[in-house]
Every structure is written in C-alpha cells, then in structure tokens.
C-alpha cells in the first residue's frame, strides 16, 4: 500500500511568516498533489507536479509555492503566510493520468493542520 | 471548465438501511473519469470506487456501487447495508481525460448511520 508521510501534523505560524509543509510518498509515483481543505469547499488544488523538478499550479496557487526536489518529496511553501492561509494541508500521489484512465487512484496523507495568528 | 457538485451536505440513516449520496459534474470532454473518496473522523481520505464514462455498467465494490447517469451528468454512490463505521464524509472527483490533469472534488456529504 502507498505511503505518503506529512510533516509537520500541526503548525501554528505568524502572519507574514515563512511556512513550509512537507511531504514524502514512497510508492514511486510520478504526481503528487498538494490540496486544502476547508469547510463549504470540499478539497481544492493548489499545486501539483509531474515528477522531479516539475510544479504546475492547480485552481487556487495565490500565495503558495511548490518545490519537488526528488520522486519522493513535495513541499508546498508559504513565503509570507497569512491568517486565510489558515486550512487543513493534504497531500496526494498518484500515477500519471491517462488518457486510457489507468490506476490514478490517489493516495492521501494525514494533513497538516495550519494555524495562522 | 469542470465542476463537481454535491449538494446533500449531510445526511443520516439508521444502521443496515441503504443511502444513496448525490453528485453532479460539468465538462466539455467526451471521455471521463469519476471517483469517490471517503475521509473518516481522524482525517484519513482513502479512494473507494470509479466510473469510467464509457462503460455502461454501474461500478460496485464490496458494499459500495454508483449510479451513473450519463444524460444528467449524475454518479451516485450507493451503499447498502449500512455500518456505523461507514459514518464519515463522502468527496465526489472527476478528472476529464483530454482536458482535465487533475482530479477536482465536490464539496463533500457528511454521512451518519445511526443504531
């Protein structure tokens, strides 16, 4: 079964603060995927990236950035953080969609649930 | 553009019974894939079913089928014999296969099943 690791669990940050969530996936897929959660909203698309060295931007990237250095690891980066930014962070893998619809179930981690004073 | 709608924001049913939780999509492709995802209390989000558009039979997993309506852009996912462990809150998500690179979700619908 895929694993897909978050850290920190909980953070509480200042505004204008830098905020960086982690994420680590050991199953070798190519996607990842960086979503909020909030209420009224159901699960939104910030960043997401095809593999090492990719980040594309999803439905909502004001404010945040996404760093994928390996396969295994996404970050998802507030450069100056701010009370909105308050939410509930997860992070997904998943193989590379097709247009044959292969295996792209997504696999999600526990969240990061993020406080911003 | 592509949207998912789930309107039942919550919904409870005594224990055994059968629910069915509603879910529209909007996209311009032809071909599409729909999936359902179920979060529990501790926050876990974990797949459970999919429906590809272009077949025709209704997809069933364990105690879990859907309902798709083509025509009216519907998928509902169907469980039956209820648990108290399937309390928790159902996401609808769809990724359209020539213009959609991601899967978009609906807003959830909490579900309770009661004794």
């Known amino acids: 079964e895929a694993a897909v690791t978050q850290s920190p669990r909980n953070k509480v940050a200042v505004t204008g603060g830098k905020v960086t969530l982690s994420c680590n996936q050991t199953n070798n897929h190519n996607n990842m995927y960086w979503y909020r959660q909030d209420t009224g909203h159901g699960l939104r698309l910030i960043h997401y990236s095809y593999g090492a060295g990719s980040t594309e931007k999803g439905d909502i990237p004001d404010g945040y950035k996404a760093s994928r250095p390996s396969q295994e690891n996404f970050s998802l980066i507030l450069e100056l953080a701010t009370p909105s930014q308050t939410s509930v962070y997860f992070c997904?893998?998943?193989?590379?969609?097709?247009?044959?619809?292969?295996?792209?179930?997504?696999?999600f981690g526990h969240g990061t649930k993020l406080s911003v004073l | 553009a592509q949207k998912v709608t789930q309107t039942q924001t919550s919904i409870s049913v005594v224990e055994k019974t059968t629910v069915t939780m509603d879910c529209v999509y909007e996209t311009r492709d032809s071909s599409y894939f729909l999936f359902w995802y179920k979060q529990t209390a501790s926050g876990e989000i974990v797949f459970l079913i999919r429906q590809d558009s272009y077949k025709k039979e209704n997809a069933t997993v364990g105690h879990y089928s859907l309902n798709f309506q083509k025509p009216k852009s519907s998928i509902g996912l169907i469980i039956t014999a209820t648990q108290i462990e399937d309390s928790a809150v159902y996401f609808c998500a769809m990724r359209g296969a020539n213009s959609g690179t991601y899967q978009r979700f609906g807003t959830g619908t909490k579900l309770q099943v009661v004794p």
């Open positions: 997904a893998s998943g193989d590379r969609p097709g247009t044959g619809g292969g295996d792209e179930r997504l696999f």
